[in-house]
């Protein structure tokens, strides 16, 4: 059982940058499969990034790819999802989701465990 708590969401003008927090209780992150996913109003909820923490294997959406970076501090077993040139298309829910498989999934159900989100608002 882990228990994840997310952080950071907020505010940011077009090309700005933000970092999101996922602080997780209960089990390491490194024992979890860890990613991000995203929902605008109205549409699913879609992948964003996901790492699989014992095989360093990371996959980002096409549509961050280059912009969004996720990682990890084992010392506070928080995982990050850090931001950069953000698009108003970003504006979202984010969540952070826990997947105790062993290949990195882009697809929700995949997931064990979520956090309850934080919105992220990119103004332009």
């Known amino acids: 059982q882990v228990q994840l708590v997310e952080s950071g969401g907020g505010l940011v003008q077009v090309g700005g940058s933000l970092t999101l927090s996922c602080a997780a209780s209960?089990?390491?992150?490194?024992?979890?499969?860890m990613g991000w996913f995203r929902q605008a109003p109205g549409k699913e909820r879609e992948f964003v990034a996901a790492?699989?923490?014992?095989?360093?294997?990371?996959f980002y959406a096409d549509s961050v790819k280059g912009r969004f970076t996720i990682s990890r501090d084992n010392a506070k077993n928080t995982v990050y999802l850090q931001m950069n040139s953000l698009k108003s298309e970003d504006t979202a829910v984010y969540y952070c989701?826990?997947?105790?498989?062993?290949?990195?999934?882009?697809?929700?159900?995949?997931?064990?465990?979520w956090g309850q989100g934080t919105q992220v608002t990119v103004s332009s």
């Open positions: 989701a826990a997947d105790l498989g062993v290949a990195v999934a882009t697809t929700a159900y995949n997931y064990d465990y």
């Open positions: 209960g089990r390491t992150v490194s024992s979890y499969i």
């Open positions: 790492k699989n923490w014992r095989t360093t294997s990371t």
